[in-house]
C-alpha cells in the first residue's frame, strides 16, 4: 500500500509540474494573463493558467483509473496487484460511480474558473454556476449511494425535512470551502500551499479509518497542488486563476464530507474534524466578509484585506506572510486526525486549542492599522 500511494502521489506531482510549464507556456495563446493593477501584488504580466495543470494532474489519473476498474478483476491486473490490495477491490468497483461524479461536478467547478479567469464573471451567476455544482455533486451522489457526498445524514430519521436540511448543508459547506480556497489565493504560493497541508491533515483522518479510495484521492490532490507550487512559491512564475482556486476548495470540500460521512459512525464530534483542518481559510473568508460589509461593500468584491495582505502591512514579507499562514494552517489542523481516536474530553481540549490559536491571530492582527 505504501509503493501505491507514492506512486500516485508522485504522478500526481510530476503531472502538476510539467503541466504548469506547459500551460505557462501557452497563457498569453489562450488569453490567460493577470495584469498589474489596484489589488494585485506584482507588477508585471503572469500567466493564469496554473489551474488548468492543477485540475488535470487529479483528473487525468481519475479517469484512467476509473477505467482501470473495469479490468480490475482479469487475472492479469489481480497478479500485478499486491496481494495485500486484493481484498479492497469491491469497495473500489463501489466508489467508482461516485469517483465519476466528482470528476464530471469538478470539471463543471473548474470551466467556470476558466470562465471567470477570462471574461471576469459577476457575483451572483459565480455563485450560481457553483451551487450547481455542488448541488449536482450532492444529488447525483445520492442517486448513486445514500450518504455519498451528504454530510449529518443522521437528520433523516432526527426531524421532519431531515433529508433536505442535510443535504442544504452539504452544499453550503462545500461552496463555502471553495470560496475559502478562492479568497486564499491572493498572495504567491498561499492557496496551493495551505491546500496542501489540510490536504495532508485529511488524509491521516482518511487513513485512520481505512478509507484507501479517499486517500488515493486526497494524494493526487496533494501532488498536483505541489507540482504547480513549485513554479508558484514566491516570486511566483504562474498563478493558478479561479480555475485552480476554486478547483481546490470544491475537491477538498467534497472530500471533506465523504471522510466525515465515516468518522461520523463513531464520535460525533469527529464531525468537526474539517472544520478544524480548514480553520485558517475559513477564518480568512469570515473577516474579510465582516470587514466588506462592515464598509458597504459588496462580499464579493475583491480587496486587500485578506490574513496575508494584513501580515504584510505589520511588516511581514510576502514569503514571510505565506510562511506564517503556512504555520498557522498546520497547527490548527494537525490535531483534527486525533478526532477519532480520542475522548469527547480530549476532542474538547482540541478544539479549545485550534479556537485559541485563530483567536491569538486575531488579537495581534488588532495592534496597528490593518485594513485598506
Not at 461516485?98 to 459577476?122: E, N, P, R, W, Y
Amino acid at each position: 500500500m505504501i509503493e501505491i500511494g507514492i506512486a500516485v502521489l508522485g504522478v500526481a506531482f510530476l503531472l502538476g509540474l510539467f503541466g504548469t510549464a506547459i500551460v505557462r507556456r501557452m497563457s498569453a495563446r489562450i488569453g490567460l494573463i493577470d495584469m498589474p493593477g489596484q489589488r494585485k501584488v506584482h507588477d508585471k504580466p503572469i500567466a493564469r493558467s496554473g489551474g488548468i495543470a492543477i485540475f488535470w494532474a487529479i483528473g487525468l489519473p481519475m479517469l484512467i483509473g476509473y477505467l482501470a476498474t473495469f479490468f480490475i478483476h482479469t487475472p492479469l491486473i489481480r497478479h500485478l496487484l499486491p496481494a495485500s490490495t486484493i481484498k479492497y477491490i469491491p469497495g473500489v468497483v463501489f466508489d467508482r460511480p461516485l469517483m465519476l461524479i466528482l470528476f464530471a461536478c469538478t470539471l463543471g467547478i473548474h470551466i467556470l474558473g476558466l470562465i471567470d479567469d477570462k471574461k471576469a464573471l459577476s457575483a451572483v451567476p459565480k455563485l450560481i454556476g457553483q451551487l450547481f455544482c455542488a448541488a449536482l455533486l450532492v444529488g447525483l451522489g445520492e442517486m448513486i449511494a445514500p450518504g455519498g457526498f451528504r454530510i449529518l445524514t443522521v437528520l433523516d430519521h432526527l426531524i421532519p425535512g431531515g433529508f433536505w436540511l442535510s443535504s442544504g448543508i452539504s452544499v453550503m459547506w462545500i461552496v463555502l470551502l471553495t470560496n475559502a480556497f478562492n479568497f486564499m489565493d491572493n498572495m504567491d504560493g498561499l492557496s496551493a500551499g495551505v491546500a496542501i497541508i489540510c490536504g495532508g491533515m485529511l488524509f491521516a483522518a482518511a487513513l485512520i479509518h481505512h478509507q484507501f479510495f479517499i486517500s488515493g484521492l486526497l494524494l493526487l490532490y496533494i501532488g498536483a497542488a505541489g507540482g504547480f507550487l513549485v513554479f508558484n512559491f514566491p516570486p511566483a512564475r504562474i498563478f493558478m486563476g479561479d480555475g485552480g482556486s476554486m478547483v481546490l476548495g470544491f475537491f477538498l470540500g467534497a472530500l471533506t464530507v465523504r471522510t466525515t460521512f465515516y468518522a461520523g459512525q463513531g464520535r460525533w464530534y469527529t464531525l468537526l474534524m474539517p472544520v478544524i483542518v480548514t480553520a485558517i481559510p475559513l477564518y480568512d473568508l469570515l473577516v474579510v466578509l465582516i470587514v466588506r460589509l462592515h464598509r458597504g461593500r459588496s462580499p464579493m468584491q475583491g480587496d486587500t484585506n485578506h490574513f496575508s495582505h494584513r501580515l504584510t502591512r505589520h511588516g511581514f514579507s510576502k514569503k514571510g506572510a505565506v510562511l506564517v499562514i503556512y504555520a498557522a494552517t498546520l497547527a490548527c489542523g494537525i490535531s483534527a486526525p486525533l478526532l477519532a481516536l480520542v475522548s469527547s474530553t480530549a476532542a474538547l481540549l482540541v478544539g479549545v486549542q485550534t479556537i485559541a490559536i485563530v483567536a491569538i491571530i486575531a488579537i495581534l492582527e488588532r495592534v496597528g492599522e490593518h485594513t485598506q
